[in-house]
């Protein structure tokens, strides 16, 4: 899985999106919470057994920014023949 963010000519994140392969698990969450360099993908505020990569540093400052921005963060699932599903989770980040 990796993280990639728009970012605007100030640097403002604009958008970000998380690319992951096909049928990782992710489809059956609303959530994706972030604490510290740790993911857990959340349903009905519970978490899900879906096993997630570590966050590198620069990667959850940019979630950080997403979820303090209000808005929702786009995930694009990816077979080896190009993108198969794409969709929206909410960003919680535990402080």
């Given at each position: 899985?990796?993280?990639?963010?728009?970012?605007?000519?100030?640097?403002?994140?604009?958008?970000?999106?998380?690319?992951?392969?096909?049928?990782?698990?992710?489809?059956?969450?609303?959530?994706?919470?972030?604490d510290?360099?740790?993911?857990?993908?959340?349903?009905?505020?519970?978490?899900?057994?879906?096993?997630?990569?570590?966050?590198?540093?620069?990667?959850?400052?940019?979630?950080?920014?997403?979820?303090?921005?209000?808005?929702?963060?786009?995930?694009?699932?990816?077979?080896?023949?190009?993108?198969y599903?794409?969709?929206?989770?909410?960003?919680e980040?535990?402080?």
């Amino acid at each position: 899985m990796e993280v990639f963010a728009a970012k605007d000519s100030s640097g403002v994140v604009v958008n970000v999106l998380l690319s992951a392969p096909r049928r990782c698990g992710l489809r059956q969450a609303d959530t994706l919470r972030v604490d510290g360099l740790r993911m857990q993908a959340m349903g009905r505020r519970s978490v899900l057994p879906v096993e997630l990569p570590d966050l590198k540093p620069a990667s959850r400052i940019d979630l950080l920014a997403l979820a303090n921005s209000g808005r929702t963060l786009t995930v694009a699932e990816f077979s080896p023949l190009g993108m198969y599903d794409a969709y929206t989770l909410n960003v919680e980040i535990v402080r």
